[in-house]
């Protein structure tokens, strides 16, 4: 199946304000993609509108969140149902400071409702929560929801780069990276390749990564992640 689980629109500042996620998702479409999670910064405020243009285009669809921790790490994040998503998105805002978004200099941060229209979002959406990535699974989880690091093979923002090594303690069922394996991952992860697209270009020049779910929803990832190496060979 093809998928990208790694997606900003116009809410992430860095996002460009082409990725109105009814053109996100028509552009997932146009690209043959069966199966995508909206993930932008601290926020699952745009997962409503993407997944009704999902409904309406035929693209299966994850909500999500990127989370930014305490330890300036991205995870992802992402959960059964939008009731979820926006649950943890209310509990998330709780553990982000108020620092105003200088538009000029991060660029705007565009919530678009299910109808079109646009909302700005004021709190800069790229600072850290005060959440641990020691925490965030198990939180993400009460949530009924899956975790891990994001681009583990990037320099910024990615877990290699901040910590050094992977945490012993750190219980995530994958990790995402965008373009190779890093040393130091510890055996049995399920390994998740994701553009991280913030403009329309780069998701369509990524084309989609083939992941073999059994089907197009959080069951079909939940499934394939959970399911140990063992099972699969059966
Ligand atoms: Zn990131
Ligand atoms: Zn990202």
Redo the contacts with the bound molecule.
């Keep these: 199946m093809k998928t990208d689980l790694?997606?900003?629109s116009c809410l992430?500042p860095?996002g460009s304000d082409f990725m109105d996620p009814y053109d996100l998702v028509g552009m997932a479409r146009i690209c043959g993609l069966e199966l995508i999670a909206l993930?932008?910064?601290n926020s699952a405020k745009n997962c409503p509108a993407a997944a009704e243009a999902a409904r309406r285009y035929g693209v299966g669809f994850i909500p999500g969140i990127?989370v930014n921790t305490s330890e300036d790490i991205?995870c992802?994040c992402y959960f059964p149902s939008l009731e979820a998503a926006m649950e943890f998105d209310a509990m998330l805002e709780k553990h982000l400071p108020f620092i105003p978004n200088r538009a000029d200099i991060f660029g705007e941060q565009k919530i678009i409702h299910i109808d079109g229209s646009p909302e700005i979002e004021h709190n800069l959406l790229l600072t850290g929560c005060d959440i641990s990535i020691m925490d965030l699974p198990q939180i993400a989880a009460e949530y009924g929801g899956l975790c891990w690091p994001?681009?583990v093979d990037r320099d910024a923002n990615g877990l290699f780069a901040v910590l050094g090594a992977w945490p012993e303690d750190l219980c995530t069922p994958a990790a995402e990276i965008r373009e190779y394996r890093p040393d130091g991952l510890p055996e049995g992860l399920k390994i998740i390749q994701a553009s991280?697209s913030?403009d329309l270009e780069s998701l369509s020049e990524a084309g989609g990564f083939e992941l073999p779910l059994e089907s197009g929803d959080f069951a079909g990832l939940y499934k394939y992640i959970m399911e140990k190496e063992f099972e699969r060979k059966e």
Excluded: P, Q
Aim: hydrophobic share 20%.
């Design positions: 790694h997606l900003h992430s860095c993930t932008d910064h990127e991205h992802v994001a681009h991280d913030h």
